[in-house]
C-alpha cells in the first residue's frame, strides 16, 4: 500500500517537493520560486505565507503528476533553509512579521557589540558556532525590538518562534504541534548542542522568553500528523538542508565527508558522537540521526565556488554555459603558473578574512582563456582541499573518501582535480539530490518504510568514483602555489587596511 516518502525541500530561492520509492529514486518532483524581497541593503526576507503556500502547492502537484494518494504515502520529510527566522501570533498563525533571511546583515552590529563584550567564546562553546548575524539569535531579538506590539505579546506567551521546518510543521498540523530538530535548533545560536537543550541564559540575554520556542526532537521523530493532502501523512523527519545531505549522502559513520559543490560551498564530517572543537574556524553542529545518541559533525563553508563558474558566464563572458568550462579545462594541461582566488566577499574557513578580494596571479603572455577558465575551476577544489586539511587537524580523523554533490560535482575534470590535489577518493552518487533524499531517508526510517540504515546504504548507487593520479611531488608544489596566492588576496586587503 504505502509506495512512496515525499520530501519537501525548502530551500533559499525556491520551495521543492520530490517523491522517492523504495529504490531512493525521484518519480516526481515539482519545483517553484518565490520572491526575494530587499527592503535596504544588506537586508533579505521572504513572505513566510509565500513559503507556506509555494510548499503546499508543489507537493499537491508532485502528488498529482503521478496520481500518488495520501493512503500511498507512508511519510513526509521536511528538509529547509537553516536559521532563516518566523515568529507568528500563537492564537491566528499569522507571522508578525517577514522571515528574516540567515544571508540578512541587519544585527551584524549588535553582533558587534557581543564581541566587543567578550562573548565569543562563551557562545561558541556551548552552541558550536562563531558569534555571527548568519544565526537565528540576533534575527529573533531584532523582531522583538523593532516590531510593533511583539515586545508585550511575546511576554504574554503568545508568539512562535520557529526556523522554516517548523513553521511547516505547525502549518501542516494547524497548529497542533511546535516542533524542531536538534539540526535546525543547533542554528538558532540559543540551543546548547552538549546538553541538548535550550540555553538560558543566552535567551537571557537576547531577552528571548522561552514560551516562544519549539519542543525539539531527534531528525527522524513522529513530529504529527498532516490532513493536507486528502488523508492523514504522518510528518517523521526534518533536518536543516546541510545535514539532510550528510544523512542523504549515507555518510552514518565518524570520519565520513559530503561535499556540495552548489553556487557557495558546504562540507560537513560526521565526527560521531564527539562534538570537535575547531581550532581553525569550522563550526561544530548536530548531525541529521534516527534517535540513537546524537552525533555532531564539523561544517565549513566556501562562499565562493560554482560562482565562480557563474562570473566566468555572465560578467567575463567566457561561457554560454557552466558545464562548458570542462572542455576548456581538458584543452590544457595545466592552467600555465595561474592561480585565481575568488575571495569576492572574503575567505572562509580556515582565513576567515572578510577582506580579501578577488586576486589572478601568475599571469604571462602565453596565458589563455583556457588557462584562465581552468585556474577558475580549480580554485574550487583547492578551497575545498583546504576544508578537508582543516577537518582532519581538527578531528585527528584521516578522510579517505569525499562524497559530493551539487550543481558544480557534474564536471568531471573538477572532480579528477579534487581527487589528486586531496589526495582522497571522490565519490559521486547517481542521486546528487541528497538533500531531499536525506529527509526522504530520515521520515521513511521512523515510517518503518526503510527497516534500518543497512537498508538505505543498498540503495546507494555511486555512478562515478574519482582517484588520485598524481605524485606528491606534483601535488606538493600545486598547494604551494594555491597558498601563496591566498596570501596575496589577503596581502591586498591588509595594505588597504592599513591606509585607512
Ligand atoms: P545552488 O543549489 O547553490 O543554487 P546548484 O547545486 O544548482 O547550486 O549548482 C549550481 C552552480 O554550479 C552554479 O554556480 C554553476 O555555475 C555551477 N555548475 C553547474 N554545472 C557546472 C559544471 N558542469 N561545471 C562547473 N560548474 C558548474
Request: contains cysteine.
Amino acid at each position: 500500500m504505502k509506495k512512496y516518502v515525499i520530501a519537501m525541500d525548502q530551500g533559499t530561492t525556491s520551495s521543492r517537493a520530490a517523491v522517492f520509492n523504495k529504490n531512493g529514486e525521484i518519480v516526481s518532483m515539482v519545483q517553484k520560486e518565490f520572491r526575494q524581497i530587499f527592503p535596504k541593503p544588506g537586508w533579505v526576507e521572504h513572505d513566510p505565507m509565500e513559503i507556506w503556500s509555494t510548499q503546499m502547492g508543489v507537493t499537491m502537484e508532485a502528488m498529482q503528476k503521478i496520481d500518488a494518494h495520501s493512503d500511498e504515502i507512508a511519510a513526509i520529510g521536511i528538509t529547509n533553509q537553516r536559521e532563516t527566522t518566523v515568529i507568528w501570533d500563537a492564537d491566528t498563525g499569522r507571522p508578525i512579521y517577514n522571515a528574516i533571511v540567515w544571508q540578512c546583515r541587519r544585527t551584524a552590529d549588535m553582533i558587534e557589540k557581543m564581541k566587543s563584550e567578550g562573548l565569543f567564546d562563551k557562545i561558541k562553546g556551548k552552541t558550536g558556532l562563531v558569534l555571527d548575524a548568519y544565526f537565528s539569535a540576533s534575527k529573533i531579538a531584532w523582531i522583538l525590538e523593532n516590531v510593533p506590539g511583539a515586545r508585550e505579546k511575546a511576554d504574554l506567551g503568545k508568539l512562535r518562534f520557529g526556523t522554516v521546518d517548523c513553521w511547516l510543521i505547525w502549518n501542516l498540523t494547524d497548529g497542533k504541534v511546535h516542533a524542531t530538530d536538534y539540526t535546525n535548533a543547533s542554528r538558532t545560536m540559543l540551543f546548547d548542542i552538549h546538553k541538548l537543550f535550550w540555553d538560558k541564559e543566552i535567551l537571557d540575554y537576547f531577552k528571548i522568553p522561552e514560551s516562544m520556542l519549539p519542543e525539539v526532537y531527534p531528525s527522524s521523530h513522529p513530529f504529527g500528523v498532516t490532513d493536507k493532502f486528502g488523508g492523514d501523512i504522518k510528518i517523521s523527519g526534518a533536518a536543516g538542508d546541510q545535514q539532510a545531505a550528510l544523512f542523504g549522502q549515507c555518510a552514518f559513520e565518524a570520519g565520513e565527508v559530503k561535499n556540495t559543490y552548489g553556487t557557495g560551498g558546504f562540507m560537513l564530517m560526521n565526527t560521531g558522537t564527539n562534538a570537535v572543537d575547531s581550532a581553525h574556524g569550522l563550526l561544530t553542529t548536530i548531525a541529521a540521526g534516527d534517535g540513537g545518541k546524537v552525533q555532531y559533525a564539523l561544517e565549513g563553508s566556501v562562499f565562493v565556488a560554482g560562482a565562480a563558474i557563474q562570473w566566468l558566464r555572465d560578467e567575463m563572458r567566457m561561457l554560454r554555459t557552466s558545464a562548458q568550462s570542462e572542455e576548456y579545462c581538458l584543452a590544457v594541461p595545466d592552467t600555465n603558473g595561474v592561480y585565481i582566488v575568488p575571495a569576492f566577499s572574503g575567505l572562509g574557513a580556515p582565513y576567515w578574512n572578510q577582506y580579501a578580494r578577488g586576486t589572478v596571479v601568475g599571469l604571462t603572455r602565453g596565458v589563455s582563456k583556457d588557462h584562465f577558465i581552468r585556474a577558475a575551476v580549480e580554485s574550487l577544489a583547492y578551497q575545498t582541499n583546504d576544508l578537508t586539511d582543516a577537518m582532519m587537524n581538527d578531528s585527528g580523523i584521516p578522510i579517505t573518501a569525499l562524497n559530493v554533490d551539487g550543481g558544480a560535482s557534474a564536471n568531471n575534470f573538477l572532480m579528477q582535480f579534487q581527487s589528486d590535489i586531496s589526495n582522497i577518493k571522490i565519490q559521486r552518487p547517481s542521486c546528487v539530490e541528497t538533500t531531499a533524499l536525506g529527509a526522504a531517508y530520515l521520515a521513511g526510517l521512523e515510517a518503518g518504510f526503510w527497516t534500518d540504515k543497512d537498508e538505505i546504504k543498498k540503495n546507494r548507487r555511486c555512478d562515478n568514483t574519482f582517484s588520485p593520479k598524481i605524485s606528491d611531488e606534483e601535488r606538493n608544489k600545486l598547494i604551494k602555489g594555491w597558498r601563496r596566492a591566498v596570501r596575496c588576496a589577503e596581502f591586498w586587503a591588509n595594505e588597504e587596511k592599513e591606509n585607512d
